[in-house]
Nanobody, 119 residues
Framework: QVQLVESGGGLVQAGGSLRLSCLAS????????MAWYRQAPGKQRELVAS???????SYADSVKGRFTISRDNGKKAVYLQMISLKPEDTAVYYC?????????????WGQGTQVTVSS
């Protein structure tokens, strides 16, 4: 069983920075894509950033130039560095990993970490 544990959320003023981390536990699997999603109150969950196992990154237009996604394959970890935070970035942030074990691909999600940006 794979578990994803997130950390790094919190309360920050507009213009501030936060770094989210997500570590996968377990063994016997490989990880292809890793991603961060977020869900604000009353809104649908949206993709914020993703990174492939070859390092190709993509970002939502709303965070381009402010957020940076990175990964450490040895640690089975994905990170989201967020700068110049805005109140509209307030949401619960979830990490997602696509894992492969015995040729079966399974998506896993973290429990979510709250990010609150005050104006």
């Amino acid at each position: 069983q794979v578990q994803l544990v997130e950390s790094g959320g919190g309360l920050v003023q507009a213009g501030g920075s936060l770094r989210l981390s997500c570590l996968a536990s377990g063994s016997g699997f490989s990880i292809s894509a890793m991603a961060w999603y977020r869900q604000a109150p009353g809104k649908q969950r949206e993709l914020v950033a993703s990174i492939t196992n070859t390092g190709w990154r993509s970002y939502a237009d709303s965070v381009k130039g402010r957020f940076t996604i990175s990964r450490d394959n040895g640690k089975k970890a994905v990170y989201l560095q967020m700068i110049s935070l805005k109140p509209e970035d307030t949401a619960v942030y979830y990490c997602n990993m696509a894992t492969t074990r015995w040729a079966i691909v399974t998506d896993y999600w973290g429990q979510g970490t709250q990010v609150t940006v005050s104006s």
